[in-house]
């Protein structure tokens, strides 16, 4: 999805007679517009107009402060490699998360989640989690195509309860669940770039992974953003015993998961370059 897409659709929530839905449609097109004329256009000197000056980075690699912020789209400037695609854009009130494809970071492109918070006309506080791209998985699926249309406003809140209770007693707590009640069986498009489509090829992937002695345990949920039929969850667990960070988005029809996309990646080391906020 082009930009130019994403700000039109940012345009038309606006104008829906519910003042959350246009204050979360203002703060989608601010971060849009930010992107744009910083990371994409390589503008050091823009970056003042967006970023606090006390920026809250969570990734590992760069520091707090706008001077890190604009170290990065410094160095992107002279990156004729560095290339953007933004394929699904929500927001949730001061909170918009980004479905993204980057090339230029090496030789292989990366699937991202970013999120940002924006404060007082700013964006003041980032998160994300990358992971090199993948061949398609086992139904053919990429880790970035399938549905993009925002639909449901109504059904935002149900639609996040919904699937912080999904991943609170499966992944969490492990409950022996009927995943009939939160996932549709006739109809599961799975991006996962190791897992099929439908119930099937969940069970067969957790099935395979039990196999293997591998175990993926999900801890906490620190985020639940969602717009409509779309909700991203970011958790932190386990995967194989190792610490790691956990991105999920999902899209929902009639209150139940119909689509899944994830970015799941280790937790930073202890040598990090910069942890100081922390992963989450």
């Keep these: 999805m082009k930009l130019t897409q994403l700000f039109a659709s940012a345009a038309i929530v606006a104008t829906l007679p519910f003042a959350a839905q246009a204050d979360s449609a203002d703060t989608k097109a601010f971060v849009l ?10 503008d050091v000197s823009a970056v003042d107009q967006y970023f606090a000056e006390d920026i809250i980075q969570h990734n590992e690699l760069f520091a707090n402060g706008i001077a890190a912020q604009k170290g990065v789209i410094g160095f992107l400037a002279g990156n004729d490699s560095f290339k953007a695609e933004y394929v699904r854009v929500i927001a949730d ?3 918009v998360a980004v479905h993204a494809r980057y090339e230029g970071f090496g030789e292989t492109p990366m699937i991202a989640f970013d999120v940002f918070r924006v404060e007082d006309g700013k964006i003041a506080e980032h998160w994300d989690n990358l992971i090199p791209e993948q061949p398609a998985n086992p139904s053919g699926r990429t880790q970035i195509d399938g549905a993009t249309a925002i639909s ?10 919904k699937v912080e209770e999904f991943i609170t007693k499966a992944l969490i707590e492990h409950e022996q669940l009927d995943y009939t009640k939160y996932i549709n069986p006739a109809n599961y498009a799975q991006h996962n770039p190791m897992v099929a489509d439908g119930l099937e090829g969940f069970g067969a992937f957790m099935a395979e992974m039990a196999s293997q002695g591998i175990t993926m345990d999900y801890t906490e949920i620190h985020q639940v953003i969602g717009e409509g039929n779309f909700v991203l969850t ?19 029809e009639d209150g139940l998961i119909v689509e899944h996309w994830d970015v799941i ?14 992963k989450f």
């Design 93 to 95: 009130d001061n909170l």
């Design 152 to 161: 449901d406003l109504d059904k935002t809140e149900a639609n996040k309860a």
């Design 33 to 42: 517009e930010a992107l744009e004329n910083t990371l994409l256009a390589g």
């Design 265 to 278: 990646a280790p937790m930073p080391t202890p040598d990090a370059p910069h942890n100081e906020a922390g």
């Design 234 to 252: 970011l958790s932190e667990g386990a995967l194989g015993g190792e610490p790691t960070a956990f991105y999920d988005l999902f899209r929902l």
